[in-house]
């Protein structure tokens, strides 16, 4: 196997979920690539060191600029607040780097421009994270949309709802509070929560035309954590949106951190022609699926438990049956992404990819302040 030194640049909840990629994709995938941990990089070196000693990275950084010009560092891979993704990347970019970044690309459309044209001018591999892709059965979904099954597609449904920012004490800014904080996330659900629905919906339904949103900031002040002070709240608490998708289906979309009671509600359906599917985060190895073509006293929704061996992925886990989780959905795309650099064929979303997600939030937000209908950016 070919090593990859790796550099991993921030050590919150997502430098976590990489991590574990990069340490258990080789074993349970065969590929030509093996991701070395080299250095674990924060601005608080505390955090690293620890998070070096849980991980079994080689080395310490606190300046990401450092990561850069170390020749040795093959790919970086971005754990960074959403308002870092830009400078990082593209000084990733600029020093020929391989590069994985967590969603969302950016925090706009306009950050996302900029580093995609940085980025495919290096003309280095790259992958924008959005996971949920890689979900068997979501991936499983993907494959039946493809075959046709479902037909033409008439509706397309999505949420995602939490219930973690309800309190009017809970502050804004700073560690694991920065997505509530609009200059450093961009957005509040729609680039953290809705991006997922949305790059989920692009690769399963295709591009989206326009929109119509409304959007809302329940608690309009909370003390930020950095300053002190108590401030104005930027980012969006709820929205919700319709589209119309180039293919002529029409769709909904709601996410919210105030839902009481859903913790991370991940849902979408889709209605076609001749079939349907429903799937659910909270039971994500299960894919429901309708399909009208079966013999009619039989016809019923299927619940099929994607976990066998000729379900995406699931041969090179366990038995037939047995179950995976959340963190094997970034192992997948880890996988994925390394094959694509071997064969030259990239699965995934790329920079680019990320970029499209991105026009569609922004579209949302505007849509949200005009009031009007608003035509989404192609990527
Ligand atoms: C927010 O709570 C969050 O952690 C998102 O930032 C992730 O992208 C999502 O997958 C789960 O929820």
């Known amino acids: 196997m070919k090593k990859l030194n790796v550099a991993l640049i921030g050590c919150g909840f997502m430098g976590r979920t990489h991590s574990n990629a990069h340490r258990k994709v080789n074993n349970f995938f065969d590929l030509e690539y093996q991701p070395v941990l080299k250095i674990i990089c924060d601005v608080n070196e505390d955090k690293a060191k620890a998070f070096a000693a849980k991980w079994g990275y080689e080395s310490v950084e606190t300046d990401w600029r450092k990561v850069m010009a170390n020749k040795d560092i093959d790919l970086v891979d971005i754990c960074l607040p959403n308002n870092m993704h830009m400078e990082v990347s593209m000084a990733a970019a600029q020093a020929g780097k391989i590069i994985i970044c967590e969603k969302p690309l950016a925090r706009d459309g306009k950050e996302g421009e900029k580093m995609v044209k940085a980025i495919e001018k290096a003309g280095v591999p790259n992958l924008i994270s959005y996971n949920y892709r890689r979900i068997p059965a979501i991936t499983l979904a ?20 939490q219930d973690w920012t309800i309190s009017k004490d809970l502050p804004q800014g700073g560690d694991a509070l920065w997505r509530l904080d609009v200059k450093v996330a961009g957005s509040g659900v729609t680039g953290d929560l809705l991006a997922h629905c949305i790059d ?32 104005k709240v ?6 919700a949106f319709l589209a119309r998708f180039s293919n002529g289906s029409l769709a909904t979309f709601e996410s919210t951190r105030y839902a009481r009671g859903h913790k991370a509600l991940f849902t979408l359906e889709i209605n076609g022609e001749h079939g349907s599917i ?23 929704w299927r619940s099929i438990h994607v976990t066998d061996s000729d379900h995406p992925y699931m041969k090179n886990w366990w038995v037939p049956g047995l179950m995976i989780g959340y963190e094997h959905s970034f192992v997948h795309q880890l996988s994925d992404f390394l094959q694509g650099i071997s064969s030259g064929k990239p699965t ?11 026009y569609v939030c922004d579209a949302v937000l505007k849509s949200a302040k005009t009031n009007k209908w608003e035509k989404v950016k192609k990527a």
């Open 142 to 161: 993907k494959k039946l949309i493809d075959e046709g099954r479902l037909g033409k597609i008439f509706h397309y449904r999505s949420k995602f709802l």
């Open 348 to 358: 995934g979303p790329c920079f680019r990819d990320g970029l499209a997600t991105q």
């Open 234 to 239: 930027g980012i969006d608490d709820a929205c």
């Open 200 to 231: 989920t919906a692009l690769w399963l339904n295709g591009s989206m035309e326009q929109v119509n949103a409304m959007t809302e900031t329940f608690i309009k002040e909370r003390k930020h954590n950095l300053t002190g002070k108590v401030e």
């Open 278 to 300: 429903f799937w659910d985060l909270h039971d994500a190895h299960r894919l429901q699926y309708f399909d009208h073509k079966d013999e009619g006293s039989l016809r019923g």
